[in-house]
């Protein structure tokens, strides 16, 4: 393919995304479409009770294996360190799907947040 033939052939293959683009930018579009994106991260919805659940079922998990029967830790020490070791495997996923380009999601770290409670609570006391 020659140079000339070349510059219009990806002329061709780009205009559309261009012009969808500055279309997309230059109107309140975009502003619609964060708004919808929000709205559609709802509290009640499958995505935050798996965070919930995950979550709940990695304390017990952490503190099984941390506590005097695993790794010889007491039982404070197990509980912090099964509590502290989800809410960083919680934040590292937010980070991890921030850097996909998804949204970082407080509400998936709120439903990490309770799940690590309820773990506590439940597998720790």
Request: with cysteine.
């Given at each position: ?27 309140q ?19 935050k ?36 070791g ?40």
């Open positions: 393919m020659k140079t000339a033939d070349k510059s219009a052939y990806y002329l061709k293959i780009q205009k559309p995304f261009v012009n969808l683009q500055s279309s997309f930018v230059n109107s579009d975009a502003s619609d479409w964060v708004r919808r994106s929000l709205s559609e991260d709802r509290w009640i919805a499958l995505d009770l798996a965070h919930l659940l995950v979550s709940f079922s990695l304390v017990g998990i952490g503190y099984a294996v941390s506590s005097e029967r695993g790794l010889g830790f007491s039982r404070n020490q197990a509980r912090i360190l099964s509590a502290g989800t809410a960083l495997i919680g934040i590292a996923k937010e980070i991890h799907d921030y850097r996909k380009g998804s949204d970082f999601c407080g509400k998936d770290l709120t439903a990490d947040g309770l799940g690590i409670a309820l773990g506590v609570l439940t597998y720790t006391f």
